[in-house]
């Protein structure tokens, strides 16, 4: 709690040193380089697929089973969701279902990790190396999850992370997080984030 009032006392209600203290921890234990803490993560979705440089049309691969703020981040951007069918053991993406879905339209692959549980990243990486495709990883239910010694958030391109506060871990309200290796998409999202500065 007196964190909590410390906070509110502060004035720094939603940016200043608390949150650039939580960025820091953020990256200290995804492993990503970069992390910028947004207002939710659909905000930090709608702003990564910005990122893209995408045209009305264009096309993300998406799973079926996810929860509807994952397509409402792509159409937000006038992009058209790719439904990929989960396997029925994980109800993650199925990647081998990713490739016949591929057209000259198709700009990214959103993956979304699940139940704590990541996505069978290596072939949805290959498939996204073969085709010149930008890799985003939905982490917001799966803070913390494993895949092959590295954390989620630093398996793609750019990952969004939700603190909603029914997920894995929420704050007071809404907010969310964006990890990254990449200097463009931090910087992008950064700018986004704050009215274009």
Known sequence: IDEVVDSLRSGWITTGPKVKALEEEIKAFSGAEQVLCVNSWTSGAIMMLRWLGVKEGDEVIVPAHTYIATILAISANDLTPVLIEPELSTYLIDSTKI???????????????????????????LIAKKYGLKVIEDSAQAHGALYKGKRTGSLGDASGFSFYPGKNLGCLGDGGAVTTDDGDIANIVRSLANYGT
């Open 99 to 125: 490739e016949e879905k591929i057209t000259k339209r198709t700009k990214a692959i959103m993956v979304v990790h699940l139940y704590g549980r990541a996505v069978d990243m290596d072939p949805v990486l």
